[in-house]
């Protein structure tokens, strides 16, 4: 029982970082994504369907603890931190499992809980550890084949991404089998494979029933990838080799190497232990979860490789911690291996400390937060954000009702929450280059719609000047310049009202 307590002690940080975070600024980008789109199921709409989404599972997942909190925002935020401490549990069993060294699953859990950023993107480290766990189950011959494949389907829900990754992984994972085992070792890979073919059967007659939604799926999840050829905005790979990309420019020269460092080091490191795992047969449980958090790891690596950023490092970091907490209990007597893994939750403290959403929930450079109250909703933020959101909210509300749309470009989806109005077009996230045909998709939506506000952000998409949207969707930024008065302009973006109702809004330009 003791052992179970000092496993699980992490969630006491967890609870107080979260205590501490919950009501701290607003993410206007994806947090705003996701929560528009949980308003949205709310309203009974059906995701990707009818409104740009994420696979559909995490938005009723959202939804429901809105339903059962009565928030929106605090709500789906308390909903990731219940996804963070079931992340928090698999680690600490895992790392348990394999060394039964409590101290060293609770030093990992904690070290795991300071990369669990962005907040709003707990889904994602929880999957990337829940296939380490999958993964370490089969290569130790622990758990129902078919039940662990299975899970793949639960994945597949949350994000088709998380299925592709566990396929990855799993396809690696019996390799590693066979050349350890034999073909004798492979007995459960058809019982496996059954589990996932069944379950990814069952999901997509679950969207079969939903009218129009499967082709939907498959039109804008599925072959919209082929049609951009690519899965995500790039970014400068930041190898060791070159120059700090334009990503890491606000960080010190000392984070900006070791970021560099790490990033270029995960597959070197995830390469080395496979290899040497294969070569030496070592078939203890500490080395077995260094095989299986390596392989996830070398799968889940694509992720940081498609937008190489310090979020999605942060977001495929959890097999690593995994890989060197199960290397050290391999490696060092046991009550050493917990001392040196909390070196490196210092090491990681030290170089996450004051980046954007480290800083949200453990430092305090914002020494004089403003309270903004937005429904049920209570946030503490920036006097600037403060002033920037009531103004907008001001217009919107004098130039418009409940029932009418607005329409937000290219970045900030968070006002159509916020103001709790329903966007006026399909795309809620235009920040890739727009194709003639795109923008005119866009520009029948709008006229559709007719919404009689606009807010545009004049903010540069990664730095990239063609992204800005006047630039990006020139053809839907002329028709709001000709069809609409312009507001407010202000260095961050515009406010636009239709014409007619122009003069309506006094004191707001």
């Not at 709500?75 to 060294?101: E, H, K, P, Q, T």
């Not at 700090?244 to 010190?252: D, E, N, Y």
């Not at 290397?327 to 046991?334: E, F, H, K, R, V």
């Not at 630039?471 to 202000?490: K, M, P």
């Amino acid at each position: 029982m003791l052992d179970v307590l000092i496993c699980l002690s992490p969630l006491v940080l967890l609870l107080v970082s979260t205590r501490v975070s919950l009501h701290r600024g607003i993410n206007l980008a994806d947090e705003g994504y996701l929560a528009y789109g949980t308003q949205e199921v709310l309203r009974g709409k059906i995701p990707i369907r009818d409104f740009r989404a994420y696979d559909p599972a995490r938005y009723y997942w959202c939804a429901l603890w809105c339903r059962l909190i009565g928030s929106e925002f605090i709500a789906i935020r308390i909903s990731m931190a219940f996804m963070s401490g079931l992340s928090l549990c698999l680690v600490s069993w895992m790392v348990f499992s394999a060394s039964g060294n409590p101290w060293l699953s609770a030093v990992v859990a904690a070290t795991a809980l300071l990369w669990m950023f962005p907040r709003h993107k707990q889904i994602e480290h929880f999957f990337s550890l829940g296939c380490c766990a999958v993964m370490f189950s089969l290569l130790s011959g622990t758990g129902q084949p078919f039940w662990l494949g299975a899970t793949g389907a639960l994945g597949a829900a949350f994000g088709l991404n998380i299925l592709a990754y566990f396929v990855g992984s799993a396809t690696l994972t019996f390799l590693a089998i066979g050349l350890l085992y034999g073909t004798s070792g492979l007995i459960a890979l058809p019982v496996f494979a059954l589990g996932l073919g069944a379950s990814i059967s069952f999901l997509v007659l679950c969207y079969a029933l939903v009218p129009g939604f499967l082709r939907c799926y498959l039109d804008l999840k599925v072959l919209a990838l082929f049609r951009r050829k690519t899965t995500n905005l790039a970014l400068p790979k930041p190898w060791i080799w070159n120059a700090a990309p334009r990503q890491f420019a606000g960080f010190s020269r000392l984070r900006r190497l070791v970021l560099q460092a790490l990033f270029t080091l995960l597959p070197v490191v995830y390469l080395a232990n496979t290899g040497f795992l294969l070569v030496t047969a070592d078939a203890d449980r500490a080395a077995q979860l260094v095989l299986a958090s390596s392989l996830v790891g070398l799968i889940y690596y694509h992720h940081a490789l498609s937008r190489a950023d310090l979020n999605h490092i942060h977001q495929v970091i959890q097999p690593f911690l995994v890989t060197v907490a199960a290397g050290l209990a391999g490696l060092l007597p046991i009550s050493v291996a917990p001392a040196a893994m909390l070196l490196i939750g210092v090491a990681s403290a030290a170089l996450l400390w004051k980046t954007p959403a480290f800083s949200e929930s453990w430092s305090f450079q914002n020494n004089h937060p403003v309270t903004w109250v937005n429904g049920a909703d209570t946030f503490r933020i920036t006097e600037e954000l403060h002033k920037a959101l009531t103004q907008q909210r001001d217009v919107v509300e004098a130039c418009s009702n409940s029932q009418d749309t607005l329409f937000v470009a290219p970045a900030a989806p968070a006002l159509l929450a916020l103001f709790h109005r329903r966007s006026a077009v399909y795309d809620t996230f235009p920040v890739y280059p727009a194709s003639e045909a795109a923008q005119t998709r866009m520009l029948e939506d709008l006229k559709a719609s007719d919404p009689p506000v606009a807010i545009i952000s004049n903010g540069m998409i990664d730095g990239r000047k063609d992204l800005r949207f006047d630039i990006n969707y020139a053809l839907v930024f002329e028709h709001l310049r000709s069809q609409y008065h312009l507001q407010d302009n202000t260095p961050s973006g515009y406010i636009f009202v239709r014409r007619e109702q122009g003069t309506s809004v006094e004191g707001t330009a």
